[in-house]
Every structure is written in C-alpha cells, then in structure tokens.
C-alpha cells in the first residue's frame, strides 16, 4: 500500500468478531465501525476514544495475552534451534506484566492504544493495585509452568523442530468469497504425517461447540495451507490453567459445521449493513443488550452512559 492510499475498513469474520456480534450488537458497532480511523491525529475526539476502548483488556484478557506471548518465543525458540529455559520463560512473564502494568496505570496507553497495554480496569478507576498484580502474575507463572510439562511441548520435543509448521501467524481463508481470518497458537506435522492444531486455554476451559468449531476453522485453514488428509487432522486444546490436555480428532463433519457456521454468521452481520459494497453501518441499525450482566466487562460502557 502507497503511503497516500487510504486504509479501507473492509468486511472479514473471525471468532472473535462473531463472539462479539452475539454478546452485543452495539459493541460490534462500537468495535468494528465505530472507532474505525481512531489512530488518526484528525480523526474526531469521540471516535479517538473509541478507539482507546476498542484495545483495552480486561486483566483475565492480558493474563492469557502474555502466556501467549511467552508461549510462541518457547516454541519459536525451539524450532530456531535457541531454546528458552523455564525460569527465562518465567522471567519474561514478570517483566512483561510489571511493564504492561505500570504502561496501563498510569495512563501511557492512550499515546498507542494498540501497542501499549491499557487495562479496563485502570480506565474505569476499578480498586485494583499491586495485590492484584501479584496475584495475577502468580495465575500466568502457572500457566508457564504447565505449558512446559504440556503433552504440545512434549510432541515438538520428540519430533524435533522440523515438526512445526506454524506458531500464532496470522493468516486468512475464503470461506463463501469472505476473507476469514485465523491466527492457531501451534500447527504441527508427526511422524504419521497427521496435522495436529494446538489451542492454548489460560481462562475456563469450555470443550464445548464453540472449542470444536475454533479448532475446526483451524483445520479447514491447515488442510488449505499445508495439505494432507481430513482423516488425519486432530485437534488439541492445552489447558494451561488446569495442565490439562483434551485430544480432539477433527472429522469431516465437524469441518463442514464450522464452515457452515462460518457462512450463516456472515450473513447475519451483513443483514444488519447499510451498505455491503462499502461496509458502511449505522449505529441505530445496532441496538444495545438486554444483559446488563455482560456490560460489566465490556470495554465501550462508557459509550453507552453504563459505566
């Protein structure tokens, strides 16, 4: 791109933006259309607000932020031949999250919203402080911990750094003329030449529908990206927070769920655009949630006079 071209907001799905179009049609609005050109020096105070809003994470958020983080400079470590001890590892969890904290609580992140961690807790002048972050880092050196006795980390081990084909790159797929984006934590090759999709949990840990049809979409994005065999696939859900490992092989039917849920959730958001050729959407078209419960942890209360 030209640096005088302009940054168009097209339409895309991801899990992430489905999951937020279900909890609250307003917050779609706010987070996809709304704060949209936020970064400008230009752009009109209210939407650089939303924007700010729009990369705020809750503190549960940031914890998984930083495992993950962590995580992918183990694993990119690994297969680069420099292997990172776990007390580095550990090291590099406490550092982070002391700088992220001190970044978020005294403001600093409103000079970057998205390249500088800014806590919802800290923009609504929640009661948080260092006995929190205390507690915080001692949930993410656990996960650490136990992404290091994991049985992911244990299968790169045994098959040598050859085996990894990607680590949390972000990615895209077509699915019905739809830029689908995906970004799976690790996609491995065995010995048996089975593609083996990798999901890191730090929260509550669902194996649920919503886990099989996010490790599906992965799937349908590796059999695209690498090839092999839909009889070959297994997917497998790391649950740091527990050192738990649930193996789940990823059938055809499963894939053609997940492409099927793909297609029907796109078009219900684009049901609700003014204009699908130009992506333009109008803020009376998204109502706001009956659920006051989830307007707690939403970043964009402050939008909606509920916080």
């Known amino acids: ?37 936020g970064w400008r020096h230009d752009a009109p105070a209210d939407v650089k607000e939303l924007y700010v809003m729009k990369n705020l994470q809750t503190v549960p958020m940031w914890t998984g ?33 002391q700088r992220d904290w ?21 923009y609504y002048s929640a009661s948080v402080g260092s006995e929190d972050l205390r507690e915080t880092m001692i949930v993410a050196e656990g996960c650490v911990r136990r992404l290091y006795g994991s049985h992911s980390l244990e299968t790169m081990q045994q098959l040598g750094p050859a085996c990894i084909l990607e680590c949390e790159e972000l990615n ?15 996609i491995l090759r065995d010995d048996k030449q089975r593609l083996i999709i990798v999901d890191w949990k730090t929260g509550a840990s669902s194996r649920g529908e919503e886990t099989i049809r996010q490790l599906s979409i992965y799937g349908i994005y590796a059999l695209q990206a690498h090839g092999g065999s839909k009889q070959e696939l297994i997917g497998v859900e790391e649950d740091l927070r527990a050192g738990e490992t ?12 997940a492409r099927r849920y793909m297609e029907q959730s ?3 958001m684009l049901s609700l655009l003014k204009s699908r050729e130009q992506n333009l959407a109008l803020i009376r078209d998204f109502p706001l949630t009956d659920n006051l419960s989830a307007c707690m942890a939403c970043r964009f209360r402050r939008a909606c006079d509920r916080g």
């Open 102 to 122: 001190q970044d978020s609580a005294s403001g600093r992140y409103r000079n970057r919203p998205n390249r500088i961690c800014g806590l919802l807790e800290h």
């Open 1 to 37: 791109m030209s640096p005088q071209a302009e940054l168009q907001n097209e339409f895309s799905w991801s899990q992430s933006r489905d999951s937020t179009f279900n909890a609250c049609l307003r917050q779609y609005y706010y987070h996809y259309y709304g704060s949209w050109g």
């Open 246 to 257: 649930h193996v789940q092989p990823l059938k055809d039917w499963a894939l053609e769920e």
């Open 266 to 268: 796109t078009r219900r």
């Open 65 to 97: 932020s930083v495992v993950h983080q962590v995580a992918h400079e183990v694993v990119k470590g690994f297969k680069a031949g420099r292997p990172v001890q776990l007390e580095a590892a550990l090291a590099r969890t406490r550092d982070r999250m």
């Open 172 to 186: 895209t797929l077509s699915v019905a003329g739809v830029k689908v984006w995906v970004s799976p934590d690790i």
